[in-house]
């Protein structure tokens, strides 16, 4: 089974609004984080934000806010007020907190968001 | 910029061929991660290195191999290269390389572009 699943291959925002991009993810450890990474054209991966299972509280940065919803397996990135610059792939990934052997990163399929102007 | 340098930025090479493939993490991080990045198989994680011992294997072919030097920089050797091989390699770092509940945020490289002809 999928550990991360990103079921929105690509997506369309008009610029300056809000878009949620989903990620839902499987695991049996209560200890695990969640990651959201942006890959633009260029290539680079960017780290935008992370929840920790543990976290009661949703995760923001800026513009970003990661909707956690433990019961449901599911962290959903919220981009507010959209941006040109925003068009890029979006990835969301798993380090699950038990793996004994390490700490890497489980990634999704990725999300390619495009903003329209 | 993350802090996290590869070297080199692209790489064309042909088949059967050997390529290494060299990462410089972060000033004090202990960890290095490789990741593969193709079209086929998505982003997937390959090999941790931590303070120079080998600390997770995932995917990765017994035609590749990795290291990490007492100055920390870790080299990704591929070698009898095939035409499937060809994929943007990234390296990562981060401080820890344990199963604490820290958010050990990967601080990606800006990635290697291998294409093999």
């Known amino acids: 089974a999928q550990k991360i699943t990103q079921t929105q291959p690509g997506m369309f925002v008009q610029e300056k609004e809000a878009v949620t991009l989903d990620c839902t993810y499987d695991?049996?450890?209560?200890?695990?984080?969640l990651f959201w990474y942006k890959q633009p054209s260029s290539g680079e991966m960017i780290f935008l934000i992370y929840?920790?299972?543990?976290?009661?509280q949703n995760a923001t940065e800026g513009r970003y806010s990661l909707n956690f919803q433990k019961a449901r397996k599911s962290a959903n990135l919220v981009i507010s007020a959209s941006q040109l610059g925003d068009s890029a792939m979006y990835f969301c990934a798993m380090r699950e907190g038990s793996n004994n052997a390490g700490n890497m990163l489980t990634f999704g399929g990725g999300t390619r968001l495009m903003v329209k102007p | 910029d993350s802090g996290v340098t590869q070297t080199p930025k692209h790489l064309i090479t042909a088949t059967g061929q050997r390529v290494t493939l060299r990462c410089s993490p972060r000033s004090g991080d202990l960890s290095v991660y490789w990741y593969q990045q193709s079209l086929d198989q998505g982003l997937q994680f390959l090999i941790q290195y931590y303070n120079g011992e080998e600390r997770a294997k995932g995917n990765i072919l017994e035609r590749f191999s990795a290291q990490q030097f007492p100055d920390l920089h870790s080299e990704l050797n591929l070698s009898s290269l095939e035409l499937g091989d060809s994929a943007l390699y990234f390296c990562?770092?981060?401080?820890?390389?344990?199963?604490?509940?820290?958010?050990?945020?990967?601080?990606f490289g800006p990635g290697t572009r291998l294409t093999v002809l």
């Open positions: 695991t049996s450890d209560q200890s695990y984080g």
């Open positions: 929840q920790g299972s543990y976290d009661e």
């Open positions: 990562a770092s981060s401080p820890s390389g344990g199963t604490g509940l820290a958010s050990n945020e990967q601080f």
